[in-house]
C-alpha cells in the first residue's frame, strides 16, 4: 500500500511539474528515462525549447510524441530529435516491424527530408558507416545538396556500390561531391579513373591524397603529363605510397627542390627507382645521365637513323635485323631501328628507354610489326629492366597490354617531347 501510495505521489507530482514547475524542474522531468510516456507527451507541447529538446533527446520518449517534435519550430529540437532516432534506423527499418517502430522510421525519413542542414547532417554522421544502415536513406543523403550532408556518407558508408559511386561522379549533386567521394577508402581504379576522366582540380588533388586509394600506373602517367602546371599536385604525387620508377623520373623534372629532396629520401624505393631518380637529377642538373657501354662499332645516333630509314625505306628492316643489333648491345642502332620501325622519332625511343618504362617500350615495339621476344630484348637492352621487372608475352605471344593502353602510352611519350 506504500508503495502504490508513493507511485501515485510520484504521479501528481510528476503532472504538478509538467504544469507547473520551474524550466530545471521541467527539463529534469524530460531527461529521466523513468517518466511516463504520457508526460513527455505533454511536455513535448512546452512552451520551452530547451524542454522539448530534452524529451526529443529521451529514449523513453513515444513515437507518438517524437512525431509531434518533428515538426517542431525550433531546430535544436529536430537536430536532438535526429539524433536519437538515427542510430537505430536499422532496426526501425527492419522487415515487418510493429507499429510504433514504423511510426518511428516515418518520422526519421521526414527528418531526412528537413529544410536545416543540421538536422539532416546529424543523421548523416549516425549513418555514415554503419553497414546495415537504410539503403534508401543513404542514397537520399549521398544526393544531397549541402556538402555537411552528403560528405560523410559519400567518404564512408559501406553501402553505396561502386555503381552508386559511378553514377554520382557523372552527375555530381554538389561542387564538393567528387572531392568528397576522392577522399574515399581504399577507392577502386575504375573510380579513380572516372574521378580524373572529370578534369576536377579539386577531386584528383584529393585523390593523389588519398594514400589508400588504387591508381593505375596509366592513369597516374597521364596526370603527371600535365603535372607542370598543378603544382597543387606535386606533393601528394611525391608522396604516394607506391612511386613507381617512370612516375618518380618524371616527378623529378617538375616538382620543386625540397619535394625532389623528399622523394630522394624515401627508403621504400627500389634500386631501379633510384637509378631514375639519379638520371633524371642529372638531366635536371645539366649533366648527361650514364650511359651503358657502346659497341665499339657503332655509329653515331644521327648515322645510325639514316642507316635504319634506309633499310624500312627497301623492307629489310626485320625483327631479326633488331634482334641482331640488340644480341651485340649496340643501343644507338637498336634505338633508330625501333624508332624507324615505329614510325617515330629517335627522341621517342630514348625517352621510353631514359625512363625505363617497359610499357612504353612493348607498345613501341607493337605499333613496329614486332613481336613480345623483340619487346623482351629491348626493354632489357635500352630500358636496362632487370627480368623481375620485365613485361612477358601472354598466351600463345600475346601482347600483356591491350591496344588502346598501348595506343595511350605511345601518345604521352610523344607528347612529353612537345
Request: charged share 20%; hydrophobic share 50%.
Amino acid at each position: 500500500m506504500q508503495t502504490a501510495a508513493v507511485m501515485i505521489e510520484s504521479g501528481a507530482e510528476a503532472q504538478r511539474i509538467a504544469a507547473n514547475g520551474n524550466q530545471a524542474e521541467r527539463v529534469g522531468l524530460a531527461r529521466r528515462g523513468t517518466t511516463a510516456p504520457e508526460i513527455l507527451y505533454f511536455l513535448a507541447g512546452d512552451r520551452d525549447a530547451t524542454v522539448r529538446a530534452a524529451v526529443a533527446a529521451n529514449a523513453a520518449t513515444p513515437p507518438q510524441a517524437d512525431c509531434k517534435l518533428r515538426i517542431d519550430s525550433d531546430e535544436a529540437v529536430r537536430v536532438a530529435l535526429a539524433g536519437k532516432l538515427a542510430p537505430a534506423a536499422p532496426i526501425l527499418a527492419a522487415p515487418q516491424p510493429d507499429k510504433l517502430r514504423r511510426m518511428a522510421f516515418d518520422t526519421l525519413s521526414e527528418l531526412v527530408r528537413d529544410t536545416a542542414v543540421q538536422v539532416r547532417a546529424t543523421i548523416a554522421e549516425a549513418l555514415k558507416d554503419l553497414p546495415d544502415a537504410p539503403r534508401d536513406m543513404i542514397l537520399a543523403l549521398a544526393r544531397d545538396t549541402a556538402l555537411p550532408v552528403a560528405e560523410p556518407v559519400l567518404r564512408f558508408s559501406p553501402m553505396l556500390t561502386e555503381a552508386d559511386l559511378q553514377a554520382l561522379v557523372a552527375t555530381p549533386p554538389s561542387e564538393g561531391t567528387l572531392s568528397a567521394i576522392a577522399r574515399r577508402p581504399h577507392l577502386a581504379e575504375t573510380l579513380s579513373d572516372a574521378l580524373v576522366a572529370t578534369g576536377n582540380n579539386d577531386a584528383i588533388t584529393a585523390l593523389l591524397s588519398n594514400a589508400s586509394a588504387r591508381i593505375r600506373e596509366a592513369t597516374l602517367d597521364q596526370l603527371i603529363a600535365q603535372a607542370a602546371e598543378r603544382k597543387e599536385w606535386h606533393a601528394p604525387m611525391v608522396r604516394r605510397p607506391r612511386l613507381p620508377p617512370r612516375a618518380a623520373a618524371q616527378l623529378a623534372t617538375i616538382v620543386a627542390d625540397t619535394l625532389l629532396r623528399e622523394m630522394m629520401a624515401r627508403t621504400d624505393l627500389s634500386t631501379a627507382t633510384r637509378e631514375a631518380l639519379a638520371a633524371a637529377v642529372q638531366r635536371r642538373l645539366g649533366a648527361p645521365p650514364p650511359a651503358p657501354p657502346q659497341h665499339a662499332q657503332e655509329p653515331a645516333a644521327e648515322d645510325a637513323l639514316a642507316e635504319a630509314r634506309a633499310l624500312a625505306a627497301r623492307g629489310a628492316l626485320t625483327e631479326e635485323v633488331l634482334l641482331e643489333a640488340t644480341s651485340r648491345g649496340e643501343v644507338r642502332r637498336a634505338t633508330a631501328l625501333l624508332a624507324a620501325a615505329a614510325g617515330v622519332s629517335y627522341a621517342v625511343v630514348e625517352r621510353a628507354s631514359s625512363l625505363r618504362s617497359a610499357k612504353g617500350l612493348v607498345s613501341l615495339c607493337w605499333k613496329a610489326g614486332f613481336s613480345m621476344q623483340a619487346a623482351g630484348a629491348t626493354q632489357t637492352l635500352l630500358g636496362r629492366i632487370p627480368p623481375a621487372k620485365l613485361l612477358v608475352a601472354g598466351p600463345g605471344g600475346s601482347f600483356p597490354l591491350a591496344p588502346e593502353e598501348m595506343r595511350w602510352q605511345i601518345d604521352v611519350l610523344i607528347k612529353m617531347g612537345r
